[in-house]
């Protein structure tokens, strides 16, 4: 793993904070939505195919702010749409850093180098760009529906990196990825320098236009198994080591939709950032009101039947870490011999 000692302190903290008052829903991340708009248009993605009037919109640095303080999770996710093109990332980064939380900022870097020439962003240790990587060049750029992009991301990775900010990467794999050249992608991304690296398999947005490419779970659990064992020691994940083993399939997680909660401008999406079953006006009615059994594997609801994507098992594997010596323990090898 690579995620920062004072990172994992805080967020230890914060979970134990929650078991011992006896919580058994509490968010780790809020998922963070100032807008929907973007500069690519991704065949697998689910977030960009509103009409233009709803694609024009966006959230003020104050409902942000709001909902963060709502939430209270230590953790603040900033996808979109594009949240580079958001017209107050700068202040809204800065707020969130300044009340000391661990900001992940999802960006595909075209406007990355931009950004941080004109001066909107400073390094911190509570500040991470999350860069959209979906593999090697040929992969990366058929995924994201444009040549030249994977370029232009390698491009503002290294800016930022010398400018002195953290910078991780975030792939989704789905049908028809070569393990064997995702192990160079995992090679590449390390040479380049990023802190550590988070993977996961693709949630079947019904509005996406390309539904043939999504992956089941078994074929996951293949995919992910061929990919990640014998991992070599330089590969850093940014990601729970039992997350990882969860989708090799050496554990049997179920969704926990609440740790992740995801607010944009529509509200509180119910139940989680895939899925859009009605909004809730404040985070206190969407966990106090969803009915969190309907959905999961183990709930026999058609739509999460093969979801494995990390908003939703993250935070279960976190919960399991701590929940017991045992997980703690595993976890703690696993991080000190590289091993999965």
């Known amino acids: 793993m690579s995620v920062p000692l004072s990172q994992m302190w805080a967020v230890a903290a914060y979970v134990l904070r929650q078991r011992l008052r006896g919580r058994r829903r509490y968010p780790l991340v809020l998922m963070l939505e100032p807008l929907f708009r973007c500069n690519l248009a991704c065949a697998g993605c689910g977030k960009i195919q509103y009409p233009p009037q709803i694609l024009r919109k966006h959230l003020s640095v104050e409902q942000c702010l709001r909902a963060v303080e709502e939430c209270g999770a230590p953790m603040v996710s900033i996808p979109g749409g594009e949240p580079l093109m958001y017209p107050e990332i700068g202040p809204l980064v800065r707020e969130l850093v300044a009340r000391k939380k661990y900001v992940y900022l999802c960006t595909n870097a075209i406007l990355l180098g931009e950004k941080l020439a004109a001066g909107l962003f400073e390094p911190s240790k509570y500040l991470s760009f999350s860069v959209h990587m979906d593999g090697l060049r040929a992969e990366h750029d058929e995924a994201v529906c444009r040549e030249g992009v994977f370029e232009e991301a390698v491009a503002g990775i290294r800016e930022a990196l010398a400018r002195g900010f953290r910078v ?142 990390h908003c939703g098992y993250e935070p279960t594997a976190v919960h399991h870490t701590f929940a017991s010596w045992r997980g703690l323990r595993g976890t703690v090898v696993a991080t000190l011999t590289g091993r999965l």
């Open 168 to 309: 991780t990467t975030n792939t989704t794999l789905f049908e028809g990825t070569n393990p064997l050249r995702m192990r160079e992608f995992f090679d590449a991304m390390m040479d380049l320098g990023v802190e550590g690296m988070m993977i996961s398999p693709g949630y079947s947005y019904s509005k996406a236009p390309d539904q043939e490419h999504f992956l089941r779970r078994q074929r996951a659990h293949e995919l992910f198994s061929r990919m990640l064992s014998h991992p070599k020691r330089r590969w850093k994940f940014n990601q729970s080591t039992l997350f990882l083993q969860f989708l090799m399939g050496k554990h049997d997680f179920e969704c926990t939709p609440w740790g992740n909660p995801t607010y944009n401008m529509f509200g509180w999406q119910r139940p989680c950032y895939l899925l859009q079953e009605g909004y809730a006006s404040s985070f206190a009615e969407l966990m106090a009101t969803t009915r969190w059994e309907q959905y999961g594997q183990r709930s026999g609801n058609d739509k999460c039947r093969d979801c494995m994507v």
